[in-house]
């Protein structure tokens, strides 16, 4: 047994609801059963996980695939049992039995719900609701450009932070080096040396006459943090007080700020293109943002819902910007509503890009240089006594 956790509508009302389940499906059906009209199932991890497996369903490919079918005339069956039989890896069985349930009668939408790691939640809302309207072509192709541009958005940022991660590791890999196996080597050296050493060196050779006498106890604990480091980042209570303390740094919380608003407003306006209620929406998009953002997102949608511009509420809630208020503001005019938040969230994307650049030009300098002078400076208390030895012949 499993838990999972059921978004649903209940009494006019969007609940959250947990159930003891065999499986998602089990949990929708008791869902269904208490009334209440299921949005998305989603499983509950418990306690600590490794998921080294991942699915390999390009779903991207696809839905440009499926698009390019359809565009071509055949039928939405007919569009998926080709993919189907054009596929050679595992996604060839999912869409197998997802040609089965279409052929049984079920819409697109209650067919891609059997596969929740494949299709995820806004995908599906994003389809259901275009099966209301007939306009299937232009959701897909809007969830495409939803992803396209997200992914870019990751990958600015994945690109930004692999160089100084790098450099990183291999300053601690150089710093421990120094520290386990060069420092012991000097402190033999010098131990029998009278002379008056800088208050650095008598660290560093006190340090290195301690490893050299315990080196299985330093190697341990050296193991010891390596594996607290991955257990912690295997572990989603201590990610997120990692968060919680990067969070504090004004000027990475202020970036990361715009980067979630910008995740909010992209997926909350590609659903109401597809027809989603707002209120609807910003529930379904809630799971995206950082749990600190999502109270005043709670707060927001249930102003909205008794009525209040979106707007007005967005502000007081502190989930815009003033320059996406007066586009918010537009959009209430227009009726635009979806068209304006996408565009807020294109020009959220745009800063961000530009901040991604400027960091990339200087922070891995700057890491290198705080690096080479910790590493300098081992290395010149480590021939200190050297100079002062040179010193004393003369």
């Known amino acids: 047994m499993q838990q ?13 609801l947990r159930f003891d389940a065999a499986s998602s499906e089990d949990a929708r059906l008791q869902a269904t059963q208490q009334g209440a009209r299921v949005i998305s199932v989603r499983p ?22 499926l698009l390019a079918l359809l565009d071509a005339g055949l039928s939405l069956i007919e569009a998926v049992e080709t993919l189907a039989e054009k596929a050679h890896d595992e996604s060839q069985d999912v869409l197998r039995k997802l040609t089965d349930a279409l052929y049984q009668g079920q819409s697109l939408s209650q067919a891609l719900q059997h596969f929740p790691q494949e299709f995820p939640e806004l995908y599906v809302a994003s389809v259901r609701a275009s099966e209301k309207t007939g306009d299937i072509v232009p959701t897909l192709q809007r969830y495409v450009a939803y992803q396209q541009q997200a992914d870019t958005i990751r990958k600015q940022i ?24 060069l420092v012991p ?18 660290m560093l050779l006190k340090w290195g006459s301690f490893a050299g006498n315990n080196m299985a106890l330093v190697l341990f604990g050296i193991a010891l ?14 990610r997120a007080k990692v968060a919680g303390l990067l969070w504090r740094i004004k000027s990475l919380r202020e970036r990361w700020y715009l980067v979630q608003l910008s995740r909010l407003y992209r997926s909350a306006g590609m659903l109401l293109r597809g027809g989603i209620p707002a209120v609807t929406a910003f529930d379904m998009v809630s799971g995206l943002l950082h749990p600190t953002l999502r109270p005043r997102l709670d707060k927001a949608i249930q102003r909205i819902r008794e009525g209040q511009p979106i707007s007005l509420v967005m502000q007081s809630c502190e989930l815009t910007t003033p320059v996406a208020v007066r586009m918010l503001r537009v959009g209430e005019k227009s009726g635009k509503m979806g068209d304006m938040m996408e565009r807020i969230a294109l020009f959220y994307d745009e800063d961000t ?19 080479a002078l910790f590493i300098g400076s081992i290395v010149v208390s480590l021939y200190m006594p050297i100079f002062e030895l040179a010193g004393s012949i003369q």
Do not use: C, H
């Open 158 to 181: 994945v690109s930004a932070s692999i160089y100084p991660a790098v450099v990183m590791v291999v300053g601690i890999a150089v710093a421990i080096f120094l520290l386990v196996y």
């Open 353 to 371: 890009a530009r901040w991604v650049d400027t960091f990339t030009r200087v922070f891995p300098p700057l890491l290198l240089l705080v690096i």
């Open 4 to 16: 999972f956790e059921v978004k649903a509508l209940k009494a006019q009302a969007v609940v959250v």
């Open 225 to 238: 943090g390596g594996a607290s480091v991955v257990y912690l980042a295997a572990d989603p209570a201590a």
């Open 44 to 65: 509950l991890q418990q306690g600590l996980r490794f998921n080294w497996r991942r699915s390999r369903f390009d779903l991207v490919l696809f839905t440009q695939e």
């Open 185 to 202: 080597k000097f402190s033999r050296i010098y131990e029998d040396m009278n002379t008056d050493l800088p208050f650095l060196s008598r």
